[in-house]
């Protein structure tokens, strides 16, 4: 039987609102196609285990965030090999501010990230906070709940996860939301994101057992009506 | 000044009455804005002084216990009741009890302040005891990030001016500093059964630090029955209280009463515990139609975990209703920190976002026989699905719906 391998990053200091629901989605969602799933938390001063088929990582409040920079840093070129390699992932708020070029302190101190994604963020005077929905040409609309100071710019060539549809999305200025680099999204969408947008979900698995095995056109159907409605319900509710 | 103030905020209470806003913080805000000094003035007076009681959990109960501890110990106690847990909210309740001619005819006062308000009444009162409960994931759209809550509630351990008493077991609340200070803890046998903000967040990372002493300990909790350790002699209590975390905040309330009463004697103190009922909505049953139905309030993570390790058995039917509301945070993420396993199954799930609550029990595989948003409707089909004894989770505005549905009436 196929094992898929997930590493969550940093689960302690980085998993401010509900991210296991995106771990326990992924396992759940290829438990129940027959897969076996080995989740591997990953915590500061740890070794990258040799297995990594889908990595994850989350948000973190600020004194999370300055606990793990420099371990993050430490394991950069691992990190980007793999995600050069195609290996798929997901990054949410502090984490998507991370993988990208860096994040600049409201005292005008720079944070580097570990330049995996082509993105800035800056601290931004206020928090956009409040349900946001976007639109996505791989995964259609995809809903979440943003809670974030720092105001994120794509590089020209850069391609954003979805556009804006209602809410603020990576600076609440030019409707881009995320970032899309080979099979690493990043995003500002907690909720968390997977469980409502089992496409996203499917998309990460997908790709995850293409590296194993080629063959492996499509995943196996799921019944998804009441992820189906929640995202509705989600995509209705005020800001 | 005070005079007019008085006959100021009761003119404009009696109007705000009369067009049935009962429970309005107009004459609060009328006052607060005419006479900035009322509050000082007023609550200074007190011989005991002030008390704050804040926190993320737990507060209301706890407000309740102290409250009726130190008044069976003979004091009189002004208290502000739930939902008026701000300044002008003290206010307001201060007018409703106030004579014309100024006489305020109280003790003590023991007030509920949520953490942000806490900070505020401190920059306007001073206050000589604190009670910091602990510090949760709590509608985070308001507050944004709980190290910033842990600062807010510094703010008002420095600012007490007798003793703040501290839950040792909050690693956030443990390192706040005061003039002086006291602790409530748990045994470390009972420990495992609170997971601090942190423990719920990965199972593989656990960093204990030294624990202080704690003043008042509780032991030992087999049902209803709980030992606490006082000043290092065990005490047998028969509590009212349902709930671990009840029995645990009963705790702190024993600390900060010894702290303000210290010739009260623990064996009175825990006596007089024993009759003390939780705050509604925190685990009262309710009549509906010839069923008993308890309702149990879950505001955020660590609130729902502890009602589900105390109160989810195979002997009863469980509903859970789930707003996102203002009051009860907008974003609802925080049901996926929640481990549900524990529940046989769930009847109903209900609220603006049931289906967000049904979606995160399938992801723990557990069936939900009906999905209803609206409440009444829900609460119909719960009641009518079996005879067995029945339990409902709910959030804030869920439980207080849920609470008007069933007793035919508002309560606020």
Redesign the interface.
């Known amino acids: 039987m196929t094992t898929l391998h997930i590493l969550h990053l940093y689960?302690?200091e980085m998993?401010?609102?509900?991210?296991?629901?995106n771990i326990?989605?992924l396992k759940?969602r290829a438990e129940w196609r027959g897969f076996r799933v080995n989740v591997t938390?990953y915590?500061v001063g740890d070794q990258l285990p040799n297995h990594i088929d889908i990595i994850f990582g989350g948000g973190g409040?600020?004194?999370g965030q300055s606990k793990i920079e420099a371990d993050l840093r430490a394991h950069a070129t691992e990190l980007k090999t793999l995600i050069e390699q195609g290996t798929p992932c997901l990054v949410v708020c502090g984490l998507y501010q991370l993988f990208g070029e860096y994040f600049q302190t409201g005292d005008g101190q720079k944070i580097a990230g570990i330049n995996i994604l082509p993105v800035q963020t800056v601290a931004g005077p206020k928090?956009l906070?409040?349900?946001i929905v976007i639109n996505s040409p791989e995964f259609g609309e995809v809903v979440g709940?943003e809670?974030h100071s720092g105001l994120t710019t794509l590089a020209p060539q850069a391609k954003p996860f979805g556009t804006v549809v209602s809410g603020a999305g990576n600076n609440g200025n030019d409707y881009t939301e995320g970032a899309f680099y080979k099979n690493c999204i990043g995003t500002y969408l907690?909720?968390?994101i997977l469980?409502?947008n089992p496409r996203l979900a499917d998309f990460l698995l997908l790709k995850a057992l293409q590296r194993k095995d080629a063959s492996i056109k499509k995943l196996a159907p799921l019944n998804d009506s009441?992820?189906l409605?929640?995202h509705s319900?989600?995509a209705k509710?005020?800001? | 000044m005070e005079k007019f103030s008085i006959i100021l905020g009761k003119t404009v209470q009696k109007i705000t009455k009369l067009r049935g806003n009962g429970g309005s913080a107009l004459p609060g805000l009328v006052v607060e804005r005419s006479n900035p000094q009322f509050l000082k003035k007023t609550l200074g007076r007190l011989p005991r002084g002030v008390v704050v009681i804040s926190g993320t959990n737990g507060k209301t109960t706890t407000t309740k216990i102290v409250s009726e501890l130190l008044e069976k110990q003979g004091l009189k106690v002004f208290t502000n009741k739930s939902g008026s847990n701000f300044v002008r909210g003290v206010i307001s309740a201060i007018l409703g009890d106030i004579k014309l001619n100024g006489s305020f005819d109280y003790d003590i006062a023991v007030l509920e302040l949520d953490e942000a308000h806490a900070v505020k009444f401190c920059e306007v009162c001073p206050i000589d005891y604190s009670l910091i409960l602990n510090v949760q994931?709590d509608q985070?759209?308001r507050f944004?990030?709980?190290?910033?809550t842990a600062e807010l509630l510094q703010k008002v351990a420095k600012q007490t001016r007798q003793t703040c008493v501290l839950n040792r077991e909050d690693p956030r609340v443990q390192k706040l500093t005061a003039k002086n200070t006291v602790f409530f803890g748990l045994s470390s046998k009972l420990q495992d059964a609170f997971p601090s903000d942190?423990d719920l967040?990965?199972?593989?990372?656990k960093n204990k630090t030294k624990a202080p002493t704690a003043t008042v300990c509780l032991q030992s909790l087999d049902g209803q029955t709980a030992v606490y350790k006082i000043n290092q002699k065990d005490y047998r209590c028969q509590l009212a209280l349902k709930g671990i975390y009840n029995a645990f905040n009963a705790a702190g309330a024993l600390a900060l009463c010894h702290s303000i009463l210290p010739k009260a004697p623990a064996s009175t103190l825990i006596e007089q515990l024993g009759g003390i009922t939780s705050a509604f909505g925190r685990g009262e049953s309710l009549h509906f139609g010839d069923q008993t139905i308890e309702l149990l309030l879950v505001k955020n993570?660590s609130a729902f975990q502890l009602s589900l390790t105390s109160f989810a058995d195979k002997d009863h039917d469980y509903m859970i209703a789930i707003n996102?509301k203002v009051a009860d945070g907008?974003?609802?993420?925080?049901?996926?920190?929640v481990d549900f396993l524990r529940l046989p199954r769930v009847k109903v799930a209900s609220g603006?976002?049931a289906?967000?609550m049904?979606?995160?029990l399938?992801?723990?595989?557990i069936d939900v026989d009906t999905?209803e948003e609206d409440l009444a409707t829900a609460l119909k089909i719960f009641s009518a699905s079996s005879d067995r004894p029945k339990r409902i989770f709910a959030t804030y505005t869920a439980m207080l719906e849920i609470r008007k549905i069933i007793s035919g009436k508002s309560i606020l």
């Not at chain 1, 998993?15 to 629901?21: A, V, W």
């Not at chain 2, 967040?201 to 990372?205: E, G, P, R, V, Y």
């Open positions: 689960p302690k998993n401010l609102y509900g991210d296991h629901g326990l989605t759940k938390e915590h409040q600020d004194s928090r906070i409040g349900n709940y809670n907690h909720g968390p469980p409502k009441i992820e409605h929640a319900v989600a509710r005020p800001r | 994931r985070l759209d944004g990030e709980i190290d910033h942190d967040l990965s199972k593989t990372s993570p996102d907008r974003d609802v993420s925080w049901l996926w920190n603006s976002r289906t967000d049904a979606l995160r399938k992801y723990d595989e999905v």
